[in-house]
């Protein structure tokens, strides 16, 4: 079954992007998975096709409402299978991860609406029960670059789309640990040499120093992924060199 992708912007001329492109490109020609976009504006209400208003206790910029947002987002959930998340990507949301990342892709699709402006109104939030993803701790211009990201990333879980199924058991967040780091040809550039054991062809020997790369690069540069993993394994992490 084809993964969905239904996109609420105010910019859908945005769309695929650089989800055209690739292995996301690829997938979607190939009908692995559907985009489609719709325009918020189109609920927009009056002459103007108004879409936001002014924050209720003052403040900069303005908020998109909720009565347009909601009218927008009924048309869209009601040709999607029940139970396919709405996510908005925010700075306010909880970081987004690899294990949300493989939610998604393991169910039938997800429904993504792109904020402007200041945000979104909050009780439409409320009481649709959407979910709030950062992509970050920055602050973008919009929501359509976060749905970019979280697309990409889905997209390539899903089935058939990686080269090698391997590829997406061994990389970072797969294990809670950053990957190790790679070396390819040639051999010694710029007076730097691959580590020795990458090129002995002991197998298992191998297999230990990529766990023990992805060990220290975790807790060197990723102290939060460390404290879980080292308390999942049940040890402090002392013992690394
Ligand atoms: N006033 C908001 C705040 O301070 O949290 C920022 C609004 S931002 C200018 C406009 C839109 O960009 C947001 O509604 C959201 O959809 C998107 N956005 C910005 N930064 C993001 C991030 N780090 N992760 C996900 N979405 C983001």
Redesign the pocket.
Known sequence: MTWRAEVLTLFPEMFPGPLGQSLAGRALADGVWSLRTHDIRAHGLGRHRAVDDTPFGGGA?MVMRPDVLDAALSAVMASVPQGTPVV??????RLLRQADVRRYAGGTGVVVL???????DERLLEARAIEQ???????????EP?AMVMLDACVRLLPGVMGSALSGEEESFSDGLLEYPLYTRPETWEGRSVPDILLSGHHAAIARWRHAASEMATRQRRPDLWAVHAGRAGRAGDDLP
């Open positions: 910029g908005y990507p925010t700075p306010r949301g792109c904020g402007r402006y200041e945000g979104i993803v950062s992509i970050g701790d920055y602050v973008l211009s919009g929501g976060a």
